[in-house]
């Protein structure tokens, strides 16, 4: 079993920044993936930003430029972190987490298996 738990979310100014943590325990395989997801009030879960073990990552255009997806494995334990940088508003969400067994690259819902209960991030215009 893949236990995942988000960390550092938190209220910042428009432009702030602000750095998320994942950790997900448990052994995915040689080959994993990891990926950001946001969901905001009265709007669908999205995929902003996904890397796998090779270290190659992808952004969906809203966060491109301005976020930055990294990972690293250490001891059975799988970490992704998500910087934030130039927030602005409309980035104001739930933040979730999520890890899946084999080679993705993928913001899409379906591939992932395991999800965290997500961190909150609100940024104040």
């Known amino acids: 079993q893949v236990h995942v738990v988000e960390s550092g979310g938190g209220s910042v100014q428009s432009g702030g920044s602000l750095r998320l943590s994942c950790v997900a325990s448990g052994y995915l395989g040689r080959r994993y993936s990891m990926a950001w997801f946001r969901q905001a009030p009265g709007k669908e879960r999205e995929g902003i930003a996904a890397?796998?073990?090779?270290?190659?990552?992808?952004?969906e255009d809203s966060v491109k430029g301005r976020f930055t997806i990294s990972q690293h494995y250490d001891n059975a334990k799988n970490t992704v972190w998500l910087q934030m940088d130039s927030l602005k508003s409309e980035d104001t969400a739930m933040y979730y987490c999520a890890a899946a067994p084999g080679m993705g690259r993928t913001t899409e819902r379906r591939f992932y298996d395991y999800w965290g209960q997500g961190t909150q991030v609100t940024v104040s215009s």
């Open positions: 890397i796998d073990t090779d270290r190659s990552a992808m952004y």
